[in-house]
């Protein structure tokens, strides 16, 4: 064993560097560092307080029309009783506030489960629709949301969501979550409870 092992970790030493090039070779580009420009494609989280969010504007009318076109499709008339993710569960007027884990737990998803309104724009933004992820616009975002709040019953028809209405919406979910950072001393009836 001590013998073999001898033998093989020069052979190792030498083959290292032909087995780097033989993956330049295969995999070309490997290991060639991001530019700012790919960076900054990346660098585009959206925090709960909005501060990142980009300027732009967007009404219900506005989203419905792009929503039609590009999410319909797999979400369904309205978001709802879609291929995929159901993205409605209340109504305009009448948000959503019942147990979230009743019943189809995957169907109880949605924007309305959300507790902090920036979530659906950064996960719009970055991740649909599915066959074109990062081809929208921020208005269309910003439209598109308003179209999803309302529908939820979130927000009404009229309301404009922009940079600076938007994370102050308030979502009936907001303290439906446990705290990611236990608050000591306990409080007496917790917000969340
Ligand atoms: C080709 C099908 C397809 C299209 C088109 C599409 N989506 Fe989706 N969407 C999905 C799938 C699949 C998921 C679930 C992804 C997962 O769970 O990882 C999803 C998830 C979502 C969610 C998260 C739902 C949740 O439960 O948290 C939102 C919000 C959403 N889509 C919005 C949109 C919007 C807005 C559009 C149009 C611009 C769109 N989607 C277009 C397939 C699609």
């Given at each position: ?92 007027g ?12 995957d ?9 902090y ?12 629709p ?13 439209a ?26 308030e ?23």
């Amino acid at each position: 064993m001590r013998y073999s092992f001898r033998v093989l970790l020069p052979v190792l030493v030498l083959a290292a560097p032909v087995a780097a090039l033989a993956a330049e070779r295969a995999f070309p580009g490997v290991g060639t560092p991001m530019t700012e420009a790919e960076v900054k494609a990346y660098d585009r989280i959206i925090g709960p307080e909005g501060k990142e969010l980009p300027v732009g504007r967007g009404i219900a009318k506005e989203g419905e029309a792009i929503y039609i076109k590009r999410c319909e499709v797999c979400h369904g008339v309205n978001g709802e009783n879609g291929i995929v993710r159901r993205l409605v569960i209340g109504k305009p007027g009448q948000p959503f506030r019942g147990n979230y884990y009743e019943g189809e737990q995957d169907r109880m998803n949605g924007p309305s489960y959300y507790p902090y309104p920036t979530i659906a724009w950064d996960y719009i933004n970055r991740a649909m629709p599915v066959p074109a992820p990062g081809s929208l616009t921020p208005n269309e975002v910003y439209a598109l949301v308003a179209f999803l709040y309302y529908r939820n019953g979130i927000i009404k028809e009229t309301d404009v969501m922009d940079e600076k209405t938007l994370p102050k919406v308030e979502m009936p979910n907001r303290n439906g979550f446990v705290p990611a950072k236990p608050v000591y001393p306990p409080e007496k009836k917790p917000s969340w409870f």
